[in-house]
């Protein structure tokens, strides 16, 4: 299974855009890429998946380039109930199992 | 449909006793999981199941065991409690593998070994 990395944390205000990379420089052919949202004492919430270009949903964008080796999960105009740890996983498109790395923890400020 | 549900939520074993955190989902899904998490971590999977009578070991599974006799739940056994098994553990369970396997992650247990 490919190894992602993600900064660590990220500080924004409400209202902006925030754009979380991660890469994954060893993704397979068969690899999608997927987003989780965790809040404290919660478990983890699907956000976002794909394969390659852009995907948009109710939530979120998904950007990833023609290379596949990064991704960057955008959030529009964040508010303070985004505040989370946010993790990028790159699964095998057959395969049981999900990854978990460290994630991004995003704080929002007002 | 309430989801996937956990119990007990919270729970302190002493060294070398033994429990059982239960999970059940309500949404027919075939694949099942447990993870755990320690403080400032990400999740480590345990354990996970494709279906009633399957199971398979994840990263983590030593001193841990589990069952899948029904398609709703997946208990996680502890044998011979360790502090090393002091986390939050969360089950989870997806409809489908692969590329379309989101996972429905319950309200996790809170374990402490004293």
């Known amino acids: 299974l490919a190894k992602t990395t993600q900064p660590i944390s990220m500080d924004s205000y409400e209202g902006q855009e925030v754009n979380i990379t991660c890469s994954h420089n060893n993704i397979a052919t068969n690899d999608y890429i997927t987003w989780y949202q965790q809040f404290p004492s919660q478990g983890p919430r699907f956000i976002i998946q794909g394969y390659k270009t852009k995907v948009t949903n109710e939530v979120a964008s998904l950007f990833i380039p023609a290379d596949r080796k990064s991704s960057t999960l955008s959030l529009p105009r964040v508010s303070l109930s985004d505040t989370a740890v946010y993790y990028c996983?790159?699964?095998?498109?057959?395969?049981?199992?999900?990854?978990f790395g460290t994630g991004t923890r995003l704080q929002v400020f007002p | 449909n309430a989801g996937v549900t956990q119990t007990p939520k919270f729970r302190i074993l002493k060294i070398g006793q033994s429990m059982t955190l239960q999970c059940t989902q309500d949404?027919?899904?075939?694949?099942m999981y447990w993870y755990r998490q320690d403080p400032g971590m990400g999740l480590k999977l345990i354990y996970y199941s494709v279906g009633a009578g399957i199971t398979d070991k994840g990263e983590v599974p030593n001193g841990y065991n589990v069952s899948r006799s029904t398609t709703e739940d997946f208990p996680l056994r502890l044998e011979l409690a360790a502090p090393s098994q002091t986390s939050v553990y969360f089950c989870?369970?997806?409809?489908?593998?692969?590329?379309?396997?989101?996972?429905?992650f319950g309200p996790g247990t809170r374990l402490t070994v004293l």
């Open positions: 996983l790159v699964g095998d498109a057959y395969t049981d199992k999900l990854i």
């Open positions: 989870a369970s997806s409809r489908l593998a692969g590329a379309d396997n989101e996972q429905f």
């Open positions: 949404m027919n899904h075939n694949y």
